[in-house]
């Protein structure tokens, strides 16, 4: 069996150079990994320069639709329902049946009425003949003065007794009428709220609503201006003709005319009134729907506009950050005077050369040296 080979011992000087190499080369590794002292690495920013455009300034509110006109169909007399004339959401025009109550007991008044008249008619004929009479009795001293004013008493109380009977005619004709109920308004009528058959209580007091009718054409905007934006408006040579109205839906804005701004401040709200009027001929727009309201307030002027997601939010205060010319980022606080589309229209507080940081600046502070992307027109 062989035995293994001894390793040669090496000299002592020589083990010590290679353990000084070893080390020498893990040295220079790790200094090679690490990041050298310094500052950390740029980021790098995009920017746009405002554009520049001709923009109307404008207050924006949110509005309720409200129909131009609403009616809550009740009955003015009492009685089992008959007949209903239309059906639910039907459009209707003014004067067209609704409802119908059993009219013969109203019917039977009238008639009743009519007897009466007739009656109180018979009697102011004898009244007249027995004055008559009398009259010319006085006249040859066959009658006294006291019969003669007696006839006339009886007279003029049976006059009377007509008017009367006639009154009551007319009130029982009108009852009679008042048993079908006509739409007062066109428009469009909601669902019935009673069926037929059921006894119906009439009188405002007392009677309950039987369905409503709106009409949509036209459609009113009611807005409740804040005081320093109706004093805002005040101070213009008059008050906006014109506002823009868009659904919050979505749509096109359309332009509906101002027709009432109310007489006083509300003490409640410290809000003023504001109504507009579209025609809404198709019908588009629902009452009780939400809208934008665009007032315009003074003329249209020059104005940089930024994109909205370039806009930061300081508390309450609005600002972006823009790169001067030694690259360094430095924030502007801004005046803002609404949304146009996607962009921001800038009131002060920014300059036409200014590079405004639009992609980017969550990753920069105030003061931070960035590389800038090549500059573009926000519009592009």
């Known amino acids: 069996m062989m035995r293994p080979r001894p390793i040669p011992s090496l000299p002592v000087p020589l083990l010590l150079l290679l353990a000084l190499a070893c080390n020498a080369t893990l040295s220079g590794c790790g200094r090679s990994q690490a990041a050298p002292g310094g500052p950390p690495p740029k980021a790098t920013v995009s920017v746009a320069l405002p554009e520049s455009s001709m ?20 009955s003015r007399v009492s009685g089992y329902l008959q007949q209903i004339a239309f059906r639910d959401g039907q459009q209707v025009k003014a004067g067209d049946a609704l409802f119908v109550i059993d009219p013969r007991p109203f019917a039977a008044a ?24 009398s009259s010319r009795l006085q006249q040859t001293g066959a009658a006294s003065t006291e019969e003669l004013e007696r006839a006339r008493g009886e007279l003029e109380g049976a006059q009377a007794a007509v008017m009367l009977s006639q009154a009551e005619l007319r009130s029982a004709e009108l009852e009679l009428s008042f048993t079908t109920m006509r739409a007062p308004i066109a428009g469009t009528v909601s669902d019935r709220r009673v069926d037929v058959g059921n006894y119906v209580a009439g009188g405002a007091a007392q009677s309950g609503v039987l369905t409503t009718i709106v009409a949509h054409s036209p459609v009113r905007a009611m807005v409740d201006l804040s005081e320093a934006d109706f004093q805002r408006l005040r101070q213009q040579s008059r008050l906006p003709s014109k506002v823009q109205l868009a659904l919050d839906g979505g749509g096109p804005a359309q332009d509906a005319s101002v027709d009432f701004v109310d007489n006083e401040i509300s003490a409640r709200s410290g809000t003023v009134r504001l109504r507009a009027s579209l025609a809404n001929a198709d019908r588009a727009i629902m009452p009780g729907s939400f809208a934008r309201v665009r007032i315009p307030v003074g003329p249209a002027q020059e104005r940089l506009l930024v994109p ?16 001067d010319a030694a690259g360094k980022v430095v924030p502007r606080k801004l005046e803002l005077g609404g949304l146009r589309g996607d962009k921001q229209i800038v009131l002060s507080g920014l300059g036409p050369h200014d590079k405004v940081i639009v992609s980017g600046a969550a990753k920069v502070r105030p003061g931070d040296q960035v590389l800038v992307a090549a500059p573009r027109a926000s519009g592009a």
């Open 308 to 323: 909205d997601a370039a806009i930061l939010s300081d508390q309450n205060k609005k600002m972006v950050f823009v790169v």
């Open 55 to 74: 923009v109307q300034a404008t207050l924006d509110y949110t509005g309720r639709i409200e129909p131009s006109q609403r009616v809550e169909v009740r």
């Open 110 to 133: 009238r008639d009743r009425a009519r007897a009466g008249l007739a009656q109180a008619n018979a009697r102011s004929k004898l009244a007249t003949a027995q004055f008559e009479r």
